[in-house]
């Protein structure tokens, strides 16, 4: 049987918006909801990379989630409380932040330092050294072995030195809703640069 051209014209153009149709499901499933075309301080991850989570001991001496879902942005710093210099920088940087934004904001942000030095930063140490930056933020420690996966998992590279210094990894990481690291920054970054980003995760 033969069939027309017109017939086999739309059998063709069928085809292709059948392809078309899948390349597009593709893309949306595939993408990202950050919105890197949007303007931030710190530097974008594309794409973003899955934040790993983990149980560990807070402040106050209770299993925390180190990625608490229902948050829109989550700020994550390494470091530990006889630091002479970054690590103050930015936990410094990152209360002023915080008490910067809105607080319809501000309830929906959430600051967490982790701790490379567990032998030293117990639950009650961490407590009384961020109360130093801002009470609201979360101080998390556990054994060495529960920490090092979590250190592996972030990248960062533990090194001890002399006078009970220890050198680390010591960039601040932006994670958004969905669970994902978005930016990282530097701890000399500006308050004023966190509080913009911070904001627009969460809105």
Known sequence: MRTSNTSVRALVVGALGAALAIVLVMVVFA?????????????SLDPPKLASDAILIDQAGHPQ???????????????????PDECPLALATLGRAYRALAPAIR???????VTVDPAQDTPAVLGRYVANFDPHLIALTDSRAALAKVWQAYGVEIQPQAKE?????????????????VLIYTPDVKASDLEHDATALAS
């Open 107 to 113: 309830q929906r942000v959430r600051v967490v330092f």
């Open 31 to 43: 993408r990202r909801d950050f919105p890197h075309n949007q303007h931030y301080a710190g530097t």
């Open 165 to 181: 210094l220890i050198g680390h990894g010591d960039a601040i990481y932006a994670i958004d809703a969905s669970g994902h690291i």
């Open 65 to 83: 989630h180190l990625i608490e879902p229902g948050y829109a942005a989550t700020f994550v710093f390494f470091g530990y409380t006889h630091c």
